[in-house]
């Protein structure tokens, strides 16, 4: 990987502290959506948002440091970069897990009811958002390669995913909340969610990205 200029470090840190900075509202007003409904994607939704919060702040700082910090020895700065990565995995792998257990303890507890609107603008919100930024950390790691980018690409590939995801499971609650299907409809948002966070983080824990 050959070394950064000053202009596409300062471009590459703005973007993510920009994504860190959209993102602090997500849980707070996911999880106030969350009050006010029932539904399992809803919820599995705002442990997404909380835990992808901590990963995003590591990823920015360790950017941060990286180019702040340019003499750095090679050895830390590939276990730096690696860090940065490992944070981005077992964010998913956790929120994965997490989204799981959700799930499966409501399949014969919750019917989804109560207001998902909210919930839903926030989905799609997202889906814009994260989508804009999937481009944006891919076209930065087509330019030049770092672990740090990299790693956000695929982060924000599986937060577009998931997204488009809760958008159909949420949209399904708010059009017809008393159908039959639309429960299972919804608990099975959930449950693709978390296993397409499992897949992709133990994607990249086995392959490191280089």
């Known amino acids: ?45 705002f442990i997404r948002r909380t835990v992808e919060l901590g990963a995003l702040f590591s990823s920015w700082w360790i950017f941060r440091h990286l180019q702040r910090n340019l003499d750095m020895q090679e050895s830390r700065r590939v276990r730096l970069e690696r860090a940065a990565g490992l944070a981005v995995a077992s964010t998913m792998i956790c929120s994965g897990v997490v989204m799981l257990l959700v799930a499966l303890s409501r399949i014969a507890i919750f019917e989804p009811s109560g207001q998902v609107t909210l919930g839903l603008v926030i ?37 577009a995913s998931l997204d488009l995801c809760v958008v159909i499971a949420l949209a399904a609650v708010a059009i017809a909340p008393l159908h039959p299907a639309t429960r299972y409809i919804d608990v099975l948002g959930s449950l693709i969610v978390a296993g397409y966070l499992l897949w992709s983080g133990f994607r990249s824990i086995r392959t490191p990205v280089k």
């Open 123 to 159: 989905a799609i919100l997202g889906l814009i958002t994260n989508g804009a930024f999937w481009r944006r950390y891919a076209m930065l790691t087509r330019e030049q390669f770092s672990p740090v980018i990299a790693a956000q690409q695929q982060l924000y590939r599986a937060k």
């Open 1 to 45: 990987m050959g070394e950064l200029s000053q202009k596409q470090a300062a471009s590459r840190e703005k973007t993510l502290l920009f994504a860190l900075l959209l993102s602090l509202p997500g849980p707070l007003v996911t999880g106030i959506a969350v009050v006010s409904s029932q539904s399992s994607t809803q919820l599995a939704d």
